[in-house]
């Protein structure tokens, strides 16, 4: 999953209580954050963007990270990766595991950063503590291929164990068959001994 795709997948369906967001628009909402979501599902980035500034302002991580990504792809605003990388940190420092998760992609791609392996290891390992499956799959990813990180292909698995039990992870599902053909029994045994391990240490979070 490209980080663009990561992006796109951290959009959620929110309600709660009737907030009027101008132009006789009446929306459903109980934060600035989920104003900005529902504007921007309504195809409205000016309000989306004005909604999650007024959320960032106030700290609220969600809106820190919803308008950091804006600025990661330049989508109704002029890109700037200083300065969404700027405002995904203080959403990761906030704790949010998506966060995490996008700063482990930026540092495993280099996307605006000297490409930093161990920093994207360090980072998507909060994110999966987090409950992230994009994480642990491409923390999975990172283990097979011995990128920043000695090669453990028993790991690997065990990260994929995880990544597909959330149902909405495909490429993990797929990793899984593939992983699990190069493996020994006894080695698969071990994966998922080690998954059971990582899944009790995770604590999950909002996204």
């Known amino acids: 999953m490209r980080l663009s795709h990561f992006v796109a997948s ?9 907030v009027s967001a101008g ?3 009446q929306i459903r909402v109980k934060s600035d954050y989920e104003a900005g979501v529902q504007m921007a599902e309504r195809g409205d980035l000016n309000m989306a963007l004005i909604f999650f500034g007024q959320g960032a302002e106030k700290g609220d991580a969600k809106s820190l990270f919803a308008l950091g990504t804006y600025y990661h792809s330049g989508q109704g605003v002029e890109k700037d990766l200083p300065k969404a990388r700027a405002l995904i940190e203080r959403a990761s420092a906030a704790g949010l595991p998506a966060a995490h998760a996008m700063l482990g992609m930026i540092y495993r791609e280099g996307q605006g950063v000297t490409k930093d392996s161990a920093r994207a290891i360090s980072y998507f390992k909060q994110a999966s503590d987090g409950c992230s499956d994009i994480a642990q799959e491409k923390l999975a990813q990172m283990l097979y291929a011995g990128e920043g990180v000695a090669q453990d292909r028993i790991e690997a698995l065990a990260y994929l164990y995880v990544a597909a039990n959330s149902q909405e992870n495909p490429d993990a599902v797929a990793g899984v068959s ?21 899944a009790q240490a995770m604590q999950c979070k909002d996204p």
């Open 10 to 18: 951290v959009i959620f369906t929110l309600t709660a209580a009737t």
């Open 23 to 25: 132009n006789d628009i």
């Open 178 to 198: 593939h992983v699990e053909r190069e493996l020994s029994e006894a080695q698969r045994e071990q994966a998922k001994v080690r998954s059971f391990h990582i």
